[in-house]
């Protein structure tokens, strides 16, 4: 049976063993982040030292399935992200440190030190000659801006006509109560965030692996971007909301490979 498109129901570190070494182009990870939160079992109740010996254990077993050329993005919270940091530049070549700014409102918070309203996301990548396609995920200038460059130098400029590299500050709203792509799930990432991540760094066809799917954003992200996903989910009630939202994607929003390069 086909390890690819789909979603196992068990533990990551188990289910790995699936997937041949080197068939993975892109590693997306969102592992539980060592605070606590109820994902309907225990997985996000280790201490300290017992977090970062898990997070090691899974690294190890992930990244002999990436490419030679394959990359890993992975959300961390700013209270581990310099350990787990350090592990993964022993293993690979750190590219960004990307701050996900949530848009938390001004709401409260607390009165002892400053309030946290972001996510901490690493990329890295195994070797020099990484995939990385930015014309994809170029962000297009505005009128006035193009306008303001009007000079004989800027005509033709492909930077102008295409867009600017998005910089490592990234500005998306949390997925609220109300917002149209949430589900049922404590943690959900936008689908801006993962779909950017996906079209700049696995080629159209590719395979993107999330050990963590939760609520199966980077399954749907992958359908919607023409690329082939695999990835594993400890929660049956997860699983059955990843199954859900991959069957009522419209056929007519799922990009094509030709679609997705040209951004």
Same mark, same amino acid.
């Given at each position: 049976?086909?390890?690819r498109?789909?979603?196992?129901?068990e533990?990551?570190?188990?289910?790995?063993?699936?997937?041949?070494?080197?068939?993975?182009?892109?590693?997306?990870?969102?592992?539980?982040?060592?605070?606590?939160?109820?994902?309907?079992?225990?997985?996000?109740?280790?201490?300290?030292?017992?977090?970062?010996?898990?997070?090691?254990?899974?690294?190890?077993?992930?990244?002999?399935?990436?490419?030679p050329?394959?990359?890993?993005?992975?959300?961390?919270?700013?209270?581990? =992200?310099?350990? +787990? %940091? *350090?592990?993964? @530049?022993?293993?690979m070549?750190?590219? &960004?440190?990307?701050?996900?700014?949530?848009?938390?409102?001004?709401?409260?918070?607390?009165t002892?030190?400053?309030?946290?309203?972001h996510?901490?996301i690493?990329?890295?990548?195994?070797?020099?000659?990484?995939?990385?396609?930015?014309?994809?995920?170029?962000?297009?200038?505005?009128?006035?801006?193009?306008?303001?460059? =009007?000079?004989? +130098? %800027? *005509?033709?400029a @492909?930077?102008?006509?295409?867009?600017? &590299?998005?910089?490592?500050?990234?500005?998306v709203?949390?997925l609220?109560?109300?917002?149209?792509?949430?589900?049922?799930?404590?943690?959900?990432?936008?689908?801006?965030?993962?779909?950017?991540?996906?079209?700049?760094?696995?080629?159209?066809?590719?395979?993107?692996?999330?050990?963590?799917?939760?609520s199966?954003?980077?399954?749907?992200?992958?359908?919607?971007?023409?690329?082939?996903?695999?990835?594993?989910?400890?929660?049956?009630?997860?699983?059955?909301?990843?199954?859900?939202?991959?069957?009522?994607?419209?056929?007519?929003?799922?990009?094509?490979?030709?679609?997705?390069?040209?951004?």
């Amino acid at each position: 049976m086909s390890w690819r498109d789909r979603v196992f129901c068990e533990d990551a570190l188990e289910g790995l063993a699936r997937i041949p070494d080197g068939e993975i182009d892109l590693l997306i990870a969102d592992p539980p982040y060592g605070l606590g939160k109820d994902y309907g079992n225990d997985s996000d109740k280790l201490d300290n030292d017992a977090y970062l010996a898990w997070t090691e254990q899974w690294i190890d077993a992930a990244l002999p399935k990436l490419k030679p050329n394959g990359s890993l993005y992975i959300f961390l919270t700013w209270r581990y =992200s310099p350990e +787990i %940091f *350090v592990m993964l @530049k022993r293993r690979m070549t750190m590219l &960004n440190e990307i701050v996900w700014d949530r848009r938390v409102p001004s709401m409260g918070g607390s009165t002892r030190k400053y309030s946290s309203v972001h996510d901490t996301i690493g990329f890295f990548a195994r070797a020099k000659d990484y995939y990385f396609d930015l014309d994809a995920i170029r962000i297009p200038y505005d009128a006035q801006t193009k306008k303001a460059r =009007s000079r004989s +130098i %800027f *005509v033709g400029a @492909k930077w102008l006509e295409m867009g600017y &590299n998005p910089k490592d500050v990234w500005s998306v709203s949390r997925l609220h109560r109300e917002h149209k792509e949430r589900a049922d799930h404590p943690t959900q990432k936008p689908l801006e965030i993962v779909e950017r991540m996906i079209k700049a760094s696995c080629p159209a066809g590719g395979v993107v692996l999330d050990p963590f799917m939760g609520s199966g954003t980077t399954a749907v992200a992958a359908r919607r971007c023409g690329r082939q996903f695999v990835g594993f989910e400890l929660n049956p009630a997860y699983c059955a909301l990843i199954e859900q939202r991959v069957a009522d994607l419209d056929p007519i929003s799922t990009q094509t490979s030709d679609e997705q390069v040209t951004g």
